[in-house]
C-alpha cells in the first residue's frame, strides 16, 4: 500500500493581490453585483510563481465608491473557491480578516504565545498553538458576557471586554477553585451536558459578572505638549556650544 499523498487541492485562500506577483487576467470583467462600498467585478486569471506553475485563480476586484487610507480606487483579490461561494460572499469575508488579525496582537501580549526563550521550533509551536487554543476558550467565555450584560457607555460588542483582565482574572482564581472545588465535582456537573445546555449555563453564570472589572479602558485624547517658555538655560546644548564657540 502507497502512502497517500496529502490533499493539498482541497485547500483554499482569498488573499489580496499586490503589485509583486504576476497576474495574467483573462477574459473582460464583467459586472457582477453593487456592495455599500462600491462595485464588484470577477474574471479568471492565471498567477505565474518563480517555480514555473501557473495556478488558474477568480480575480475579484472591488471599486471603491471612496478611496481607501492609502489612495486605492479598487481591490483585487484572487482566490480558488469554487464557483459556488458567490464574489460578495468573497469580499465581505474578506473585510472581516480584521478579526482574525486583531487576534494576533493578542495572542503575543495578553496570552505569551510568543516565549523569546523558546529557541527551538517545536516548543515555540507548542506553547503558540496552546495560546490558540486558550483564545478560543476566552472567546468562548466572552460571547454569553456580551449578549446577557446590559449594555454600557464602553460596551456595545464583546470586542470591549478586556482579554487581558479576563486572563488575569483566570490565573489569579483558578487555584483556589481547585482548592475548593474538587475537580471530580466539575466533571459531574458539566462533562455530559449538551452543547445547548452549556450554553446555557454560561449564560446563566455571566448574569452575574462585574462587567465594569473587565472592560477595556478607554485612552483619551493626547494632551498638547507645553510650550517652552523661561530662560536661555533650556535652550538646546548644540546652541549653546555653537555660541560659545563665536565668543572664543
Not at 464588484?40 to 514555473?52: H, K, P, S, W, Y
Not at 480575480?59 to 481607501?68: A, D, E, H, V
Not at 489612495?71 to 461561494?85: A, F, H, M, Q, W
Not at 478579526?99 to 505569551?112: D, G, N, R, V
Request: proline fraction near 6%; aromatic fraction near 6%; charge should be positive.
Amino acid at each position: 500500500m502507497t502512502k497517500q499523498q496529502p490533499a493539498l487541492d482541497k485547500s483554499f485562500f482569498i488573499v489580496r493581490h499586490h503589485a509583486n506577483l504576476p497576474l495574467e487576467e483573462r477574459g473582460t470583467a464583467p459586472h457582477v453585483s453593487s456592495l455599500e462600498s462600491g462595485e464588484l467585478c470577477e474574471q479568471t486569471a492565471v498567477i505565474r510563481d518563480r517555480f514555473g506553475d501557473e495556478p488558474s485563480v477568480r480575480s475579484i476586484t472591488l471599486k471603491l465608491n471612496q478611496p481607501s487610507e492609502d489612495g486605492d480606487t479598487e481591490i483585487v483579490l484572487l482566490t480558488n473557491l469554487p464557483s459556488e461561494i458567490g464574489a460578495e460572499m468573497i469580499a465581505t469575508a474578506y473585510r472581516q480578516r480584521w478579526t482574525i488579525e486583531h487576534a494576533f496582537p493578542q495572542l503575543t501580549l495578553s496570552l505569551h504565545g510568543e516565549i523569546g526563550t523558546l529557541t527551538y521550533p517545536p516548543e515555540a509551536l507548542l506553547a503558540y498553538a496552546i495560546a490558540l487554543v486558550t483564545y478560543n476558550v476566552m472567546s468562548v467565555v466572552k460571547s454569553p458576557i456580551a449578549q446577557v450584560q446590559p449594555p454600557t457607555e464602553h460596551h456595545e460588542t464583546r470586542d470591549n471586554l478586556s482579554l487581558y483582565y479576563l486572563r488575569s482574572e483566570v490565573v489569579v482564581v483558578l487555584q483556589g477553585m481547585h482548592i475548593a472545588i474538587a475537580s471530580h465535582q466539575w466533571h459531574q456537573r458539566y462533562a455530559e451536558l449538551s452543547a445547548e445546555h452549556i450554553g446555557e449555563a454560561l449564560k446563566n453564570h455571566a448574569r452575574h459578572v462585574r462587567l465594569k472589572r473587565y472592560l477595556k479602558h478607554r485612552r483619551g485624547r493626547k494632551k498638547p505638549p507645553p510650550k517652552r517658555t523661561g530662560p536661555e538655560s533650556r535652550a538646546s546644548i548644540a546652541r549653546v556650544l555653537a555660541g560659545r564657540r563665536q565668543c572664543e
